[in-house]
């Protein structure tokens, strides 16, 4: 496509609920990140993805966070007993290249998740 | 430890002034810096990027410099326009031979008429 695009872009759960948020990587591009990004602040890093890979999970808070790309195009992050800290605009990005580095990330506008 | 700071973290001009927005970072190795705008709702879009050998580089009324000496970088907006309105995030990536970026927290610019 021509963008990333992400669903859904907004999404009440109730503490406790499972959610599970999809990104639509630009066509082509090997790379797949997720990061979430709190009110005010910068996004930070959840997990990277090298087509079907994931190479990095280091930064998912907890064991409730689950993130795949089984076929290395679509990714969902899925997030399990959701809590009210979870409240986050979970942004995706992707790129061409195997790190990103030389052409950069291309963001999608994110998923507003609101836990109540 | 690894960290982008972003001054100031609000700002409010009045259309046609010029503005600068600060980064200072003190990520290592440094392998380079970009500069994104991201409207409210929307996800980031890079703005500029630069490497350790540049100083600076332009895009349209966004001019960038970079200090790698100092660590430090400065986004420059010239004759503002309310469509500038946003945040602008400073991006460091490591020189790890990978993918990972330090986000600094934003400067929120209030554009008004």
């Known amino acids: 496509g021509a963008g990333v695009s992400q669903s859904p872009r907004y999404k009440v759960a109730k503490r406790g609920q499972d959610v599970a948020l999809r990104c639509d990587p630009i066509s082509g591009h090997v790379s797949l990140f997720w990061y979430q990004q709190a009110l005010g602040q910068g996004p930070e890093f959840l997990t990277y993805f090298q087509n079907e890979a994931q190479l990095d999970k280091s930064g998912l808070p907890s064991d409730r966070f689950f993130a795949e790309r089984p076929e290395g195009s679509v990714s969902t992050l899925k997030i399990q007993r959701t809590q009210q800290e979870d409240s986050a605009v979970y942004l995706c990005a992707s790129s061409f290249g195997a790190t990103g580095e030389a052409y950069g990330y291309t963001f999608g506008s994110g998923t507003r998740l609101t836990v109540v | 430890k690894n960290q982008v700071e972003q001054s100031p973290q609000s700002l409010i001009i009045l259309e046609g002034k010029n503005c600068t927005l600060q980064?200072?970072?003190?990520?290592?190795?440094?392998?380079?810096l970009r500069w994104y705008k991201q409207d409210t709702g929307r996800g980031p879009v890079s703005l500029t990027i630069m490497t350790f050998s540049e100083n600076t580089k332009s895009n349209g009324r966004y001019t960038a410099t970079l200090d790698a000496d100092t660590k430090q970088s400065s986004l420059h907006i010239t004759a503002s326009q309310l469509s500038d309105s946003a945040s602008y995030i400073c991006v460091v990536s490591l020189n790890t031979g990978g993918f990972k970026t330090i986000f600094g927290a934003g400067t929120r610019l209030f554009v008004k008429a």
């Open positions: 980064c200072n970072y003190t990520v290592s190795p440094f392998s380079n």
